[in-house]
């Protein structure tokens, strides 16, 4: 058998006789400065006449003895009275840390609404309970956001499987169906399944974000806007938006296929979201130490008080939005966060979007991991 540990005393046992030692101690230390004191004085009687003033003569000291035998007693009745007094302060300064735990408690067991509210005085108690306040609030729209986001997640991944399964169903139940009509339902349902995939993709992307960069390579900005703009052109040809750009070299460090997904989703963004005739303009240049990379389009006017819901996952501006899914915003400010990159968004007079992103220039470490 093991042998069990004893149980530790309450932390208010420990301060208590922490402060009972203390008061003891400080007791000890008096009552040995007044006996050595007292010991040494001689104690002076008057001679002859009572009412004279006149001291002619010195009689005994105090006597040792009797010193040690009130120091004792002082110290015995001195003992509970500093338990006493230990007991009460760490009471007084517990009382915090015990509303603390219980709240804490309460919150943990599900009721994420409740706070602390230590109010005054403000000591480093009342300080770690407002911080405390801070991170329950944080992981409450947290878990808020998650909920959230796993709804929307699962009702955007149940309608392309739902509209399938009637594509087929209804397919199936056509008794005349040939094979004209077997290889349209045939077309839709592929399409319907790269639907479901770039969605699954979206969401790896977002997840893949979110999780952080794992790897740092010196990188152009230029570069990979080139590249993405390339993939791009017929897609933006058919929708009748011109791409425009204005590329200087600008290097930063980071994961090259996380920016790339940046800067894929801006554009693509700044593309469905356009109107016909409108514009794309993509500018990449170096500001002081950071690279910077700016996508502005065209299209409708989005309020001001609704850009920053356009960053959040699933979130859409309006019916007219396209056939998006809600996740492109949403992965741009996961990617620039891992990146420790400085993220600013503002609304076109004439309508559309301005979207700019800053990188830090490359540390020593990753020119070092792309010259190897």
Known sequence: MTAQRPARRSLRTRLALAYAAGIHAAGVFVLVFVDVSLAGVQATKPVGDPASSTISGTGAGISLSQLLIGSVVALVVLI????????????????PLRAITATAESISAGNLDRRLDLGEPTDELTRLGHTLDDLFARLHASFDAQRHFVANASHELRT?????????EVT????????????????EALALGAHQERLVQALLD?????????????????????????????????????????????????DPRLVASLVANLVDNAIRHNQPGGH???????????????VTNTGPVVPGDQIENLFQPFRKLGRERGDGHGLGLAIVRAVAQAHHATLTTSARPGGGLSVTVRFAAPGPRSLLAQSA
């Open 80 to 95: 509970p009275i500093a338990l006493a007094l230990g007991w009460y302060i760490a009471g007084r300064f517990l009382d």
């Open 160 to 168: 392309p499987l739902a509209g399938l399964r009637t594509l087929l």
């Open 172 to 187: 199936l139940a056509d008794p005349g169906a040939d094979a004209g009509t077997l290889r349209s339902a045939c077309e």
């Open 206 to 254: 977002l997840a893949t974000g979110e999780r952080g960069v794992t790897r740092w390579d010196a990188l152009d900005l230029a570069h990979i806007v080139e590249e993405v703009l390339a993939s791009r052109r017929g897609r933006a040809t058919e929708t009748g938006v011109r791409l425009a750009r204005d590329l200087t070299p600008a290097v930063t460090a980071g």
């Open 280 to 294: 794309v303009e993509v500018t990449t240049r170096t500001s002081g130490t950071q690279a910077a990379l700016t």
